[in-house]
């Protein structure tokens, strides 16, 4: 079993910054890629951006620029500074892992998800 937990939401104004983080933990051999994604009230939930090995990232949409993935791979750890946020940017944020077990399962797991919102 591969867990996934998520910290760093709030509430924050507009214009304001948050850092995420994901702590990865379980049976882990290797994660291959790591991901943020976030659901919006009535949407369906979107990538936001992806990194695979430590350094490898891409980014969904506008979000490039104003947030940054990164990963530490000695904590297994993965983070996403968002700065200058706006009121469109409120949603729950999900991390999301993929690699293999210690007994070379793949696996592919989500995090319970933390509330981002911003207010104007």
């Known amino acids: 079993q591969v867990q996934l937990v998520e910290s760093g939401g709030g509430l924050v104004l507009a214009g304001g910054s948050l850092r995420l983080s994901c702590t990865a933990s379980g049976n882990i051999f290797t994660i291959n890629a790591m991901a943020w994604y976030r659901q919006a009230p009535g949407k369906q939930r979107e990538l936001v951006a992806r990194?695979?090995?430590?350094?490898?990232?891409n980014y969904a949409g506008s979000e490039k620029g104003r947030f940054t993935i990164s990963r530490d791979n000695a904590k297994n750890t993965l983070y996403l500074q968002m700065n200058s946020l706006k009121p469109e940017d409120t949603a729950v944020y999900y991390c999301n892992a993929e690699g293999r077990t210690t007994d070379w399962a793949p696996f592919r797991t989500w995090g319970q998800g933390t509330q981002v919102t911003v207010s104007s």
């Open positions: 990194i695979v090995g430590s350094d490898s990232t």
